[in-house]
Nanobody
Framework: QVQLVESGGGLVQPGGSLGLSCAAS????????MGWFRQAPGKEREFVAA????????YYTDSVKGRFTISRDNTENTLYLQMNSLKPEDTAVYYC?????????????????WGQGTQVTVSS
């Protein structure tokens, strides 16, 4: 079992930056590849970014490439998402998730554990 707790969400103006963190506990962090997903009001949950077990492989959805950076600190059992040049369409609840098998990095069905989510609002 893995417990995941996101933090760092908030209100930011368009063009601004925000950093999210996801603290993991309860199991060996390096047993899991990690991902970030988001869900905007009235929309389905969508993949944002993912990172492999030791951080060598990183994947992004097209809409965030060049603006978001996913990283992990395996000594601190923490996943990060640095978000720059934020746009109103980035507004959503952001979830971190853990995957043991990581066969399809952008499918939420591949992820075994989920955090409770943190709200990110991009608005002037």
């Amino acid at each position: 079992q893995v417990q995941l707790v996101e933090s760092g969400g908030g209100l930011v103006q368009p063009g601004g930056s925000l950093g999210l963190s996801c603290a993991a506990s309860g199991s060996t962090f390096t047993n899991y590849a990690m991902g970030w997903f988001r869900q905007a009001p009235g929309k389905e949950r969508e993949f944002v970014a993912a990172i492999g077990w030791i951080g060598g492989s990183r994947y992004y959805t097209d809409s965030v490439k060049g603006r978001f950076t996913i990283s992990r600190d395996n000594t601190e059992n923490t996943l990060y998402l640095q978000m720059n040049s934020l746009k109103p369409e980035d507004t959503a609840v952001y979830y971190c998730a853990a995957s043991r098998l990581f066969r399809v990095y952008n499918s939420d069905s591949e992820y075994d554990y989920w955090g409770q989510g943190t709200q990110v609002t991009v608005s002037s």
